[in-house]
């Protein structure tokens, strides 16, 4: 995380920095984005960055914890009032903020892109640790909302089921992606269509695989 010393920047500084920086990362990936650059285009002095942030993984981690708080400032207003909605819409406009907000932040979803597409990296388990932990507080919320309003069994394992949830929405878009469009993951642009992968995603956590019964006997 940064240091005391970026903080204390003026905030048109910091900000300048962070933009330059996911220019750098979107453009090029983690693994050849270039310090050089981003001090340059941020017009400062590269002992100066050093002086922000221990080294270049410093600045991405940073760089990925500010992209989370500001996605969460883009949640659906739906999320205003959740106690008005039952379980399921809320997860699903959850789902399509997040589109929304892939769509309309092009060079952050860029660094996204770069992640699904290095798995192997080093980097991607930390940064999904940071994303599923996020993604993790704020379905326990949701799930404790539907419990005291009765939209799911009560007797559920909170941190379990929000932890599947969690994993489950990356592996929707990695689905989708894969053997829907065929091809890699790239969410630049807002596609309906991952909407109705979602909306299976909706189905399987509510009515889950088993044979549903009819008076008591199977329903074949």
């Not at 590269?46 to 221990?54: L, N």
């Not at 039952?86 to 979803?109: H, Q, V």
């Amino acid at each position: 995380m940064p240091k005391e010393t970026f903080k204390n920047l003026p905030e048109e500084k910091r900000l300048l920095i962070e933009k330059v920086a996911i220019s750098e990362f979107g453009a090029f990936g983690y693994d050849k984005a270039s310090i050089n650059r981003i001090v340059e285009n941020s017009h400062i002095a590269k002992g100066s960055f050093y002086q922000y942030f221990e080294d270049k993984k410093d600045l991405f981690l940073y760089l990925i914890s500010k992209v989370n708080e500001k996605k969460l400032e883009s949640i659906s207003p739906v999320f205003q009032n959740p106690g008005e909605y039952d379980f399921f819409t809320l997860i699903r406009e959850l789902f399509i903020s997040g589109l929304k907000f892939a769509a309309d932040n092009p060079e952050i979803t860029l660094m996204g892109n770069w992640l699904f597409k290095n798995k192997g990296h080093p980097l991607y388990n930390e940064v999904v640790d940071i994303g599923l932990q996020n993604a993790q507080n704020i379905y326990t919320g949701l799930l404790e909302l539907a419990i005291s309003k009765n939209e799911i069994r009560y007797d559920i394992d909170l941190e379990f089921v929000s932890y599947i949830i969690s994993t489950m929405n990356v592996s929707v878009v990695e689905y989708y992606f894969q053997n829907i469009k065929g091809g890699e993951p790239d969410i630049r642009k807002f596609d309906e269509g991952i909407i109705e992968t979602v909306d299976l995603l909706l189905d399987f956590i509510k009515n889950g695989i088993g044979t549903r019964k009819k008076g008591g006997k199977d329903n074949d």
